[in-house]
């Protein structure tokens, strides 16, 4: 009893207290009529409570988000599903969804009664200004009564997931050169005296397809050989985030790190629809490899590092050192393209000595102080170390580009590819997008087969778009 009288409302909670009052007047001064009408004011909240809390209702909701993945500051659509699957009709009903207070204010909705087998979809909007993952539910609902008495909570476990990635900006349509990488089985082949390939033929495995036996082979060596799967040349790019706290400036959407995050999405995205094979690392050791299969699934590739991206935060790393810079197990990275913070001396001849692994490396570094609105102890010094260690990621045959608050994306990326090698602030004049200076073709500064403007060469092996890179494999220059 203890427990149906808590979901009285404070109306209810009045009425039985008026009614205990009016009892009490009563039996005082021997009024009968009083006596009844305190007994009907007691009763009435009571056996409300009663018939609610014992009413069994069979509601079934369900929950879906269109899109399920959108960019900052894009909204999303929550449509809810609501249905009596059961033969008694509800009295008033109160919807309400738990929502991250960063989506927006929590949604109501208010039902007048659902007969039995009704059915209604209601919907709201959200928007998020962060990126991020955002859960949304459990859906709350509370039942009255129609006199307001008594009202009930119950809440669904069902949760979903709103993921709000970092904003993709549109970069300049120049070429990018880099390394054409296998994933077969082997590499090369190797021909024997007699003419045969034996390097293409193995030995037979449990499992393996018996059109694949090589009986030539298999009757020369008495037992069965079957042939390598051999995988096509394909290009393949290393992104590496860097993500420490220190190296970053500024809090919230308008931060240093946030402008380096969408920076990584934008290039990455920009790379994959060109065919490459992209490995995301970051300082923490985090990575996920998105590949290019054909063409049509590149927005599967893009979905799987924006989903990467939008839940990455700054790490606790205190400096880039070579071992913490080794972004694949063979060593080898393919086209290399960081996004830096500030740097030091000694980070940029780590990073000098990464690269001598690539063909070519492309580095942004982020000028973070101008992020900080003056209030850095040492400017000065701070821009004179900056400087140095740009000049020292030049020396070692990186192209740098050096990007300021208020840049943007694309005209950093020009200016990369162009090799100006700085991005000034909102009010300066940065080169049109796809625009070379001095009448040169941008899209043969990184070509495949041409020469970088640091002297390396890129691979002139062409790629076979027949087939893929499995999902495991490391990213990086020529397998072995």
Known sequence: MRGRLSSLTTRGRAFLAAGVAAAVCALALGQKDLLRVAVFLVALPIVTALVVTRTRYRIAASRSIHPVRVPVGQPAVVRLRLENVGRMPTGLLLLEDQVPYLLGTRPRFVLDRMSARWRRDVEYPVRSDVRGRFPIGPLTLRVTDPFGLVELTRSFRAQDALLVTPEVHALPSTRVGGEWATSGEHSSRAVSADGEEDVTVREYRDGDDLRRVHWRSSARRGELMVRREEQPWQSRATLFLDTRRIGHRGSGPA??????????????????????????????????????????ASVDAEGLLLDA????????????????????????????????????????QALVRLRQRSTTGLAI???????????????????????????????????????????????????????DGAAGAAGGTPVAAGAAPSGRDPSADLSPGAESPNGFAASTRPPDTSASVPDDEFLGGRAS
């Not at 990455?268 to 985090?286: E, K, N, Q, W």
């Not at 701070?382 to 608050?405: F, H, N, P, T, Y």
């Open 255 to 296: 931060s240093s790190f946030e402008w380096a995050v969408s920076g990584t999405a934008s290039i990455g995205a920009h790379v994959l629809r060109r065919g490459f094979s992209v490995r995301l690392v970051t300082d923490a050791g985090a990575a996920v490899t998105a590949t290019a299969r054909e063409s049509g």
């Open 309 to 348: 991206l939008a839940v990455v935060g700054p790490s606790s790393v205190g400096q880039l050192t070579h071992a913490s810079l080794t972004l694949s197990h063979d060593g080898s990275h393919g086209l290399l393209i960081a996004v830096l913070g500030v740097l030091s001396p000694a980070e940029a």
């Open 365 to 419: 570094v982020l000028d973070s102080p101008s992020w900080a609105m003056s209030k850095e102890r040492s400017p000065q010094e701070i821009a004179d170390q900056l400087a140095e260690s740009v000049q020292m990621l030049r020396r070692g045959g990186w192209k740098v580009a050096v990007a300021k608050a208020g840049a943007s994306v694309p005209s950093v990326w020009a200016q990369l590819m162009l090799g």
